[in-house]
């Protein structure tokens, strides 16, 4: 993992032709296909990261517990981190008086940023065609986002791909809901373009590379997911999101929103699906062409005190390591796995760890987690390169896969 150098961001400085703006800082190159699921090469301004690629969630500028070096050890190649969070605690202009967030926080790698909207919608936000207004979780006080907000705070934070401004919604919505959504996002999509060409152009960008997604809405109604599809399409964004998945509709439906909306993006941009991350949804997304996904989950469970076990015959789910029956096992987590915490350490010693409160025990689970994960994802694009994709999606479901579906584990019964 190289360390942040100021250098990178040279190439791009002081030059507005977007084309060449696109050629220089985010461009996919698809290496190999097999059948919709593609492997890829993503270039960024912090360098390539192969696709499908799995994005594990800095929150506040931090994989929660881990350094810089372990999460890349663990096989992540690009992170996410969390707008509203930053702009609310240290504030950006701290983070853009660091030098922006890679120096920050010390990862060379890329950096994805949300653009604050689901953090604020979740704090139960007055939404109106202007912005978003808002109650701080902080202290209280009455805030107000907008779309030309959201742009110029991602580019004090410097992120790699900053997302425009959306309106996501719950699931079940009513239709008009939803329509109303997707307008009021298609409008901010225009805004949160112009404010991002207007940065970059202007030369103050902490990074002159970064580039801004478009968000597909429309909940589950075909109509509007196509109209949303093809009215960013024209807005010609270097990527794209499908918003509003994973928020509690059934799998089934979800892969349904995704076999209709993915095929309308354009083949030569990335697609980023957004908070999702069990091998069950990763692998149905991919399946489709999804290329990046997100998800707080191996880390959030982790500290929790569950282990995710690698898809494989009689081992699929997850493994609960606060549970009694670990408490004499001396064995790894995995015996197949090379993370840090299978090779060093034994599920007594890390259940121990959990009861005594240690935070190493979090601390090894998380590694585990985000090391198994990033090795299902590339197994994956190991599978698509080979053109066996279709036998390893096969043999995921016939090994039992459907545990993840059901929400048990290995030792949850
Ligand atoms: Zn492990």
Same mark, same amino acid.
């Given at each position: 993992?190289?360390? +942040?150098?100021?250098?990178?961001?040279?190439?791009?400085?002081?030059?507005?032709?977007?084309?060449?703006?696109?050629?220089?800082?985010?461009?996919?190159?698809?290496?190999?296909?097999?059948?919709?699921?593609?492997?890829?090469?993503?270039?960024?301004?912090?360098?390539?990261?192969?696709?499908?690629?799995?994005?594990?969630?800095?929150?506040?500028?931090?994989?929660?517990?881990?350094?810089?070096?372990?999460?890349?050890?663990?096989?992540?190649?690009?992170?996410?981190?969390?707008?509203?969070?930053?702009?609310?605690?240290?504030?950006?202009?701290?983070?853009?008086?660091?030098?922006?967030?890679?120096?920050?926080?010390?990862?060379?790698?890329?950096?994805?940023?949300?653009?604050?909207?689901?953090?604020?919608?979740?704090?139960?936000?007055?939404?109106?065609?202007?912005?978003?207004?808002?109650?701080?979780?902080?202290?209280?006080?009455?805030?107000?986002?907008?779309?030309?907000?959201?742009?110029?705070?991602?580019?004090?934070?410097?992120?790699?791909?900053?997302?425009?401004?959306?309106?996501?919604?719950? +699931?079940?919505?009513?239709?008009?809901?939803?329509?109303?959504?997707?307008?009021?996002?298609?409008?901010?999509?225009?805004?949160?373009?112009?404010?991002?060409?207007?940065?970059?152009?202007?030369?103050?960008?902490?990074?002159?590379?970064?580039?801004?997604?478009?968000?597909?809405?429309?909940?589950?109604?075909?109509?509007?997911?196509?109209?949303?599809?093809?009215?960013?399409?024209?807005?010609?964004?270097?990527?794209?999101?499908?918003?509003?998945?994973?928020?509690?509709?059934?799998?089934?439906?979800?892969?349904?929103?995704?076999?209709?909306?993915?095929?309308?993006?354009?083949?030569?941009?990335?697609? +980023?699906?957004?908070?999702?991350?069990?091998?069950?949804?990763?692998?149905?997304?991919?399946?489709?062409?999804?290329?990046?996904?997100?998800?707080?989950?191996?880390?959030?469970?982790?500290?929790?005190?569950?282990?995710?076990?690698?898809?494989?015959?009689?081992?699929?789910?997850?493994?609960?390591?606060?549970?009694?029956?670990?408490?004499?096992?001396?064995?790894?987590?995995?015996?197949?796995?090379?993370?840090?915490?299978?090779?060093?350490?034994?599920?007594?010693?890390?259940?121990?760890?959990?009861?005594?409160?240690?935070?190493?025990?979090?601390?090894?689970?998380?590694?585990?987690?985000?090391?198994?994960?990033?090795?299902?994802?590339?197994?994956?694009?190991?599978?698509?390169?080979?053109?066996?994709?279709?036998?390893?999606?096969?043999?995921?479901?016939?090994?039992?896969?459907?545990?993840?579906?059901?929400?048990?584990?290995?030792?949850?019964?």
């Amino acid at each position: 993992m190289g360390h +942040y150098e100021a250098g990178h961001y040279e190439a791009g400085r002081g030059r507005p032709d977007r084309g060449l703006f696109r050629r220089m800082s985010i461009a996919l190159e698809v290496v190999a296909t097999d059948g919709l699921a593609r492997a890829g090469l993503l270039r960024t301004p912090h360098g390539t990261v192969e696709t499908p690629a799995f994005m594990p969630v800095g929150t506040q500028g931090s994989v929660k517990g881990l350094t810089p070096d372990e999460v890349a050890g663990a096989g992540a190649r690009m992170i996410l981190a969390n707008t509203y969070h930053l702009s609310q605690r240290p504030g950006v202009a701290t983070v853009a008086a660091a030098g922006g967030l890679h120096a920050f926080m010390g990862w060379g790698g890329p950096i994805l940023t949300d653009s604050g909207g689901f953090q604020v919608f979740s704090l139960g936000a007055q939404v109106d065609e202007g912005g978003v207004s808002f109650t701080s979780h902080l202290d209280g006080s009455r805030l107000r986002l907008t779309p030309e907000d959201a742009m110029a705070i991602q580019a004090g934070l410097g992120s790699d791909i900053a997302m425009a401004l959306d309106q996501c919604t719950a +699931y079940p919505i009513a239709y008009r809901d939803a329509e109303a959504a997707h307008r009021r996002t298609l409008a901010w999509a225009e805004r949160c373009r112009a404010a991002h060409a207007t940065a970059v152009s202007a030369g103050t960008a902490v990074n002159p590379g970064q580039v801004a997604f478009g968000i597909v809405q429309g909940s589950v109604y075909r109509d509007l997911r196509e109209a949303s599809a093809a009215a960013l399409v024209d807005l010609d964004f270097p990527g794209y999101a499908v918003g509003s998945l994973s928020v509690g509709e059934p799998a089934e439906l979800m892969a349904e929103v995704l076999d209709y909306t993915l095929p309308l993006l354009p083949e030569d941009r990335p697609r +980023y699906l957004m908070g999702v991350g069990t091998p069950d949804y990763l692998l149905e997304a991919v399946a489709r062409g999804v290329d990046m996904a997100d998800c707080v989950l191996p880390t959030r469970v982790a500290r929790n005190g569950t282990a995710l076990l690698y898809p494989r015959a009689g081992g699929a789910g997850r493994l609960v390591l606060r549970n009694a029956v670990h408490a004499a096992d001396f064995t790894p987590i995995d015996p197949h796995c090379r993370c840090d915490a299978c090779r060093h350490f034994t599920r007594a010693y890390i259940h121990h760890l959990l009861k005594a409160h240690e935070m190493l025990g979090p601390r090894l689970l998380s590694l585990h987690n985000l090391h198994t994960l990033h090795r299902f994802v590339a197994d994956m694009r190991g599978a698509i390169i080979a053109g066996e994709f279709a036998a390893f999606r096969a043999g995921f479901w016939q090994a039992g896969g459907g545990v993840w579906r059901r929400g048990g584990g290995a030792d949850e019964g």
